[in-house]
């Protein structure tokens, strides 16, 4: 009977584990100081999230979520572009931007991408649905990301993803708030107030040292629809594919989707864009680190009795990804520590001396492990074995 009973009670910890390991999706509604109406706001994360507590992650903005598609395609494709491998793969939270439609407000989606016109109301400002674009910055510079910070573990990095005006909206916050760290582009509108966008586009410059990484694409909307809206692309792409133009921190991929009109182009460009976004944000901004260092205290906790463990990661501190370089201290059997002064972003693994053997860990996804900023100044991570003893090295 004692026997039935440890097993019934494994069988309803597996069943209660898997069940956590499930992406979740949340709606919230954010009351805001810069709207008469709340912003309505999905929130999305990913499998493990709950399990995984020392893992911080990126945060994707994604705007029109109010078309739920055009959010939920953002997460769903992420999990087909990924690589096996883990270093080259990661999770990431999702948030999708609602754009409202209130008649009674005269407030709509278009409210909330344009900005007040420059050169009279003509074109998409002839009726009285634009300017709202000032507030949803505000709103999200200082409502929406410090909610998530404080919510929920993000690493300080972000992405926005737009299409059409919301691709507008988020290159016109590049220039005005440099609002994101990284930007997906599909399908701009170059054209409005007379190519002020574009302008404005061919005179920014990035005055940061950080890595940002730079996505636009276009349909066949530069030859099927207006000779104006070619003219603006043409002249952005001429300008964009010039590396010349930007210094060597920032990538840009310019892509074009003859094939594809304005609506269809979303799936093909966003799976384009993922997929080279994840092959660049797991390689080149692990090699940037700011020039100031903070303390941070890195424990590892688990069933290791004798063994010698080291941490290695993306700077001298971190013995520059040498597996055998940085011991950490034995405090007692179960635990290793390590106080250092480190350059943030701080990208590190714990290894037993060399690649084959790598810390799996109970609360954190496989990769590299990162501090991010000053505030995660002490970590603890839980051992569940190494790799050469769960893989047989691979």
Same mark, same amino acid.
């Given at each position: 009977?004692?026997?039935? !009973? ?16 499930? #992406?979740?999706?949340?709606? $919230?509604?954010?009351? *805001?100081?810069? !709207?008469? /109406?709340?912003? +309505? @706001? ?9 399990? !995984?507590? #020392? ?10 979520? +109010? ?13 087909? @572009?990924?690589? *096996?491998?883990?270093?080259? &793969?990661? *999770? ?30 003509? %074109? ?5 649905? /634009?300017? %709202? ?6 709103? $999200?510079?200082? =409502? ?25 909206? $988020? ?13 997906? #582009? ?19 410059? !990035? ?27 043409e002249t952005t792409q001429t300008y964009f594919m010039n590396k010349d133009n930007f210094p060597e921190n920032i990538t840009v991929s310019v892509k074009n989707f003859p094939e594809?009109? /304005? ?27 700011? &020039? ?6 890195? =424990? ?5 009795? &004798?063994?010698?463990?080291? @941490? ?24 290793? #520590? $390590?106080?250092?002064n480190l350059h943030l972003p701080a990208y590190f693994k714990f290894t037993r001396g060399n690649w084959n053997s790598q810390a799996i860990l109970e609360n954190a996804e496989q ?28």
């Amino acid at each position: 009977m004692k026997t039935l !009973f440890l097993l019934l009670l494994s069988l309803f910890a597996a069943i209660g584990a898997s069940a956590q390991q499930v #992406a979740q999706i949340k709606e $919230i509604f954010l009351k *805001s100081k810069y !709207f008469d /109406h709340e912003r +309505q @706001v999905l929130i999305y994360t990913p499998v493990g999230y709950n399990e !995984f507590t #020392a893992t911080y992650y990126d945060v994707i903005y994604v705007f029109d979520a +109010q078309n739920r598609s055009q959010f939920d395609l953002v997460h769903a494709i992420r999990n087909y @572009v990924c690589s *096996s491998d883990p270093d080259e &793969s990661k *999770s990431f939270i999702v948030v999708g931007i609602c754009s409202p439609n209130y008649p009674e407000l005269n407030y709509y989606r278009n409210t909330d991408y344009l900005p007040m016109p420059l050169h009279g109301n003509n %074109g998409l400002f002839a009726g009285p649905y /634009h300017g %709202g674009s000032p507030k949803l910055k505000q709103f $999200i510079k200082n =409502e929406l990301m410090p909610y998530m910070v404080s919510h929920y573990r993000t690493s300080g990095r972000s992405i926005g993803i737009g299409h059409s005006l919301s691709a507008s909206f $988020i290159l016109d916050a590049m220039v005005t708030d440099h609002l994101f760290d990284d930007y997906i #582009a599909i399908s701009p509108n170059l054209e409005y107030d007379e190519y002020r966008l574009a302008n404005d586009l061919r005179n920014y410059r !990035f005055d940061t040292e950080k890595p940002h990484f730079i996505y636009i694409s276009m349909a066949n909307e530069a030859r099927t629809w207006r000779e104006s809206w070619q003219k603006a692309w043409e002249t952005t792409q001429t300008y964009f594919m010039n590396k010349d133009n930007f210094p060597e921190n920032i990538t840009v991929s310019v892509k074009n989707f003859p094939e594809c009109d /304005h609506t269809s182009t979303y799936l093909y460009s966003l799976t384009e864009a993922l997929k080279e976004y994840l092959g660049w944000c797991t390689s080149v901004p692990i090699n940037y680190t700011s &020039s100031d260092t903070y303390p941070v205290h890195i =424990e590892l906790r688990g069933h290791m009795a &004798s063994n010698t463990v080291y @941490v290695t990661g993306n700077q001298d501190a971190l013995g520059n990804w040498n597996p055998q370089s940085i011991k950490m201290n034995a405090v007692n059997d179960s635990t290793r #520590a $390590i106080d250092l002064n480190l350059h943030l972003p701080a990208y590190f693994k714990f290894t037993r001396g060399n690649w084959n053997s790598q810390a799996i860990l109970e609360n954190a996804e496989q990769g590299n492990l990162i501090i991010s900023t000053p505030e995660q100044n002490k970590r603890t991570y839980i051992l569940y074995g190494w790799t050469d003893e769960q893989y047989g090295g691979q």
